[in-house]
């Protein structure tokens, strides 16, 4: 699986955009984005994730540039319970969609963002 | 109800013990994890299991041996613990690749 590079940390005020930026320039054509956050002393949760097209669902939303060598994931109107380590992981679509079993998440050290009332 | 469960939620122990971690999963997911996050916090993948069978072993001592009696559990259990198995270990579990439940996780102490 490509590897991504994230910012150590940033903040942003509540209920403003928080953008979290990903860099995955050796990314290939067959390789997914993926992020999910690990809120303080709990498990991982996922966030969103896409291919080439930008991606939005309730949670955020996925912008991934042209040449897919980066993406950002929005959270639209940040609150102090967004405040985790976000990771962005790419990793290679199987063969099989419903193939669950070979599909290990690699995470790297994520981004971790704090909210600031 | 809980999706992913794991007990104990914390365990203390000694060195050269050994204990066993449990994992259950109501979501009738066919895949189970087993990740650790050391001190460092990096998340790694140890196991996975498809349909109670062991798919990837991620060059895991032997004293860790995972054991899936049914499609809804993994259990982990280690022998002869060491200072550096100190960890949090999430389980998780997924019915395809796109997204992966985890655990609240279970704080492993080894002193």
């Known amino acids: 699986d490509a590897k991504t590079t994230q910012p150590t940390s940033m903040d942003c005020a509540e209920g403003r955009a928080a953008n979290l930026p990903c860099n995955h320039s050796?990314?290939?054509?067959?390789?997914?984005v993926y992020w999910y956050r690990q809120i303080h002393s709990q498990g991982p949760q996922y966030i969103i994730h896409g291919l080439k097209n930008n991606e939005t669902n309730e949670m955020a939303s996925l912008i991934i540039t042209e040449d897919r060598k980066s993406s950002t994931l929005i959270l639209p109107h940040a609150t102090l319970r967004d405040t985790a380590v976000y990771y962005c992981?790419?990793?290679?679509?199987?063969?099989?969609?419903?193939?669950?079993?070979?599909?290990?998440?690699?995470f790297g050290k994520g981004i971790t963002l704090s909210v600031r009332p | 109800d809980t999706a992913v469960s794991q007990t104990p939620k914390y365990l203390v122990t000694q060195m050269g013990n050994d204990k066993s971690i449990k994992c259950e999963q109501n979501l009738g997911h066919d895949t189970m994890y087993w990740y650790k996050q050391d001190s460092k916090k990096f998340l790694k993948i140890m196991f996975s299991?498809?349909?109670?069978?062991?798919?990837i072993n991620e060059t895991v001592p032997n004293r860790f041996s995972p054991k899936s009696p049914d499609k809804a559990h993994l259990n982990l259990h280690i022998n002869s613990l060491e200072l550096g198995d100190s960890a949090v270990y999430f389980c998780?579990?997924?019915?395809?690749?796109?997204?992966?439940?985890f655990g609240p996780g279970t704080r492993l102490t080894v002193l």
């Open positions: 050796t990314i290939s054509g067959n390789e997914y």
């Open positions: 299991y498809n349909n109670k069978e062991l798919i």
């Open positions: 992981i790419v990793r290679v679509a199987p063969a099989a969609y419903y193939t669950g079993a070979n599909s290990k998440l690699t």
């Open positions: 998780a579990s997924s019915q395809d690749w796109r997204e992966q439940f």
